[in-house]
């Protein structure tokens, strides 16, 4: 099936810090690829879509200058976290939508873990 | 409110049962996904209906979508210790490419 990565697996960085998180589709294109964040025993919550070649969508509570996205290509799309914060650790997860004989596939990366210290 | 509803929260089998996990919602579902996510892992994806009506099966895993395409389910046929981990369903609500997660069900496979 379909692949998805994500860089880097784990990050731990100091307040105030900001980190930068890739997603990459690497057998197949994606013009849209979505993030999302899990914090400990909760569900996946959807922060935002990211549309290849244009600005990103935010879902309603998710501050866009903190949470900076760019879809550069077809196959990569970033995820910045700006002057993080402790309150910002938590398991940052992107999906990449992969399209197939008509049908919208969403593939996952295995996530990346942020830890803010 | 939770637009998805999986039920149980959690549950513990006895290895070789079987077992269902439910996922409903008040509206309907455009695109209803199965995935397995290992604790602070990612998704691991195990299928997606569409279809009301619609069934698929993939090794010991049959997931069902109702003809109203309101809710799924999920069976796990004979269950091994490696079918453990978090069961999520996940949905396009609102017919926008986003899915909706519900809140997750934990399976435990006793020995």
């Known amino acids: 099936g379909a692949v998805v990565s994500q860089h880097p697996s784990r990050v731990i960085c100091k307040s105030g810090t900001s980190v930068k998180i890739e997603c990459r589709s690497l057998?197949?294109?994606?013009?849209?690829m979505f993030w999302y964040r899990q914090f400990p025993k909760q569900s996946l919550m959807l922060m935002a879509t990211?549309?290849?070649?244009?600005?990103?969508?935010?879902e309603q509570g998710v501050e866009k200058d903190k949470f900076l996205i760019n879809h550069a290509s077809l196959t990569l799309s970033t995820l910045t976290v700006t002057s993080a914060h402790p309150e910002d650790s938590s398991f940052y997860i992107c999906?990449?939508?992969?399209?197939?004989?008509?049908?919208?596939?969403?593939?996952f990366g295995p996530g990346t873990r942020l830890t803010v210290l | 409110s939770q637009e998805l509803e999986q039920s149980p929260q959690s549950l513990i089998v006895q290895e070789g049962k079987n077992l269902t996990i439910n996922c409903t919602s008040s509206?309907?579902?455009?695109?209803l996904y199965w995935y397995k996510q290992k604790y602070g892992e990612g998704l691991i994806f195990l299928m997606m209906?569409?279809?009301?009506?619609e069934e698929k099966s993939h090794e010991k895993i049959t997931a069902k979508l109702d003809e109203k395409k309101q809710q799924s389910s999920l069976h796990i046929t004979a269950s091994q210790p490696s079918h453990a981990g978090i069961y999520l369903c996940?949905?396009?609500?609102?017919?926008?490419?986003?899915?909706?997660f519900g809140k997750g069900t934990r399976l435990h496979i006793l020995p």
């Open positions: 996940g949905a396009d609500v609102h017919r926008d490419d986003k899915i909706i």
């Open positions: 209906l569409q279809k009301g009506g």
């Open positions: 509206k309907t579902l455009y695109g």
């Open positions: 999906s990449a939508r992969a399209s197939s004989g008509g049908t919208d596939t969403q593939y």
């Open positions: 057998d197949f294109q994606a013009t849209t």
């Open positions: 990211s549309n290849e070649g244009s600005k990103a969508t935010y």
